[in-house]
């Protein structure tokens, strides 16, 4: 089994920044990927940025040019970087990891979520 324990989220003005944490520890094995997702009331969890066990990074156009993805391979840390933020940013964040392989077949894990608020 895997624990995803996320970090950083808050309350924060419009054009403010955060930065949220994500730490894995456990069964881990072979990382495919890591990335954050996030979900708004009444809307569904989409995916905000990603990035491969290659470090090739993936984001949504909502929020790229504004978040930064990163990751410590050695502490198998994930972390985003959240500048200029705007209200519609405002929703739970969520750590996802997915680890693969030929024999032990695909898991995928989920962290418990952030609150990110950005006031207006």
Do not use: H
């Amino acid at each position: 089994q895997v624990q995803l324990v996320e970090s950083g989220g808050g309350l924060v003005q419009a054009g403010g920044s955060l930065r949220l944490s994500c730490a894995a520890s456990g069964s881990i094995f072979s990382i495919n990927y890591m990335g954050w997702y996030r979900q708004a009331p009444g809307k569904q969890r989409e995916s905000v940025a990603t990035i491969t066990s290659g470090g090739v990074t993936n984001y949504a156009l909502s929020v790229k040019g504004r978040f930064t993805i990163s990751r410590d391979i050695a502490k198998n840390t994930v972390s985003l970087q959240m500048n200029s933020l705007k209200p519609e940013d405002t929703a739970v964040y969520y750590c996802k990891l997915v680890q693969e392989t030929a024999a032990m077949g695909r898991y995928t894990y989920w962290g418990q979520g952030t609150q990110v608020t950005v006031s207006s």
